[in-house]
T-cell receptor, first 115, second 111 residues
Framework: DTGVSQDPRHKITKRGQNVTFRCDPI?????LYWYRQTLGQGPEFLTY????????KSRLLSDRFSAERPKGSFSTLEIQRTEQGDSAMYLC?????????????FGPGTRLTVT | DAKTTQPNSMESNEEEPVHLPCNHS???????IHWYRQLPSQGPEYVIH???SNVNNRMASLAIAEDRKSSTLILHRATLRDAAVYYC????????????FGTGTRLKVLA
């Protein structure tokens, strides 16, 4: 199966540490999205890439967050100086085409716990 | 972005049909209606989408009101594996096509 994969699936870190998550989209999907989901809430959009270009960032993406997608393939999301409020599920999704009728395929997520 | 309103939770008996409602009174003429579901500890999974006409696929049916201000996701025979949070999302026809999720409906299926 060549679905969206995310690594790691779980991460526990201490407040103040930096963490990095990786997302591998479905092969040849040139559109990639990051979302964050807290307990009991739906996912919230963080950022969007088309190929290697980061085209939109949510206000939720503070200066401590940075995302990259070198060469338009996998993507990384880094959180610097983690805070307890960063504890959440971080979801990655990819899409083959752009348009309102094309669905996104989500990965299983990375659950971050900041202690 | 137009918003959707869904009941927080619903229950259904196994092997019975389930009708999950969604209100979207501020929908624009070109917004698509997408439904996703999220099983425990998994990412959201695409279920179905539509614009104006009712739609059917192997997972479900989508009934869209004539004025498009509401829609209903229909699971024809609920199974225990259908227990999930179901999200109704409006998707604009421009921009990055990101999803704006609400809190969804938690469906409980009783054996």
């Amino acid at each position: 199966d060549t679905g969206v994969s995310q690594d790691p699936r779980h991460k526990i870190t201490k407040r103040g540490q930096n963490v990095t998550f990786r997302c591998d989209p479905i092969s040849e999907h040139n559109r990639l999205y990051w979302y964050r989901q807290t307990l009991g809430q739906g996912p919230e959009f963080l950022t969007y890439f088309q190929n290697e270009a980061q085209l939109e960032k949510s206000r939720l993406l503070s200066d401590r967050f940075s995302a990259e997608r070198p060469k338009g393939s996998f993507s990384t999301l880094e959180i610097q100086r983690t805070e307890q409020g960063d504890s959440a599920m971080y979801l990655c999704a990819s899409s083959a085409r752009q348009g309102p009728s094309y669905e996104q395929y989500f990965g299983p997520g990375t659950r971050l716990t900041v202690t | 972005d137009a918003k959707t309103t869904q009941p927080n939770s619903m229950e259904s008996n196994e092997e019975e049909p389930v009708h999950l409602p969604c209100n979207h009174s501020t929908i624009s003429g070109t917004d698509y209606i997408h439904w996703y579901r999220q099983l425990p500890s998994q990412g959201p999974e695409y279920v179905i989408h539509g614009l104006t006409s009712n739609v059917n696929n192997r997972m479900a049916s989508l009934a869209i009101a004539e004025d498009r201000k509401s829609s209903t996701l229909i699971l024809h025979r609920a199974t225990l594996r259908d227990a999930a949070v179901y999200y109704c999302i409006l998707r604009a026809t421009s921009g990055t096509y990101k999803y704006i999720f609400g809190t969804g409906t938690r469906l409980k299926v009783l054996a």
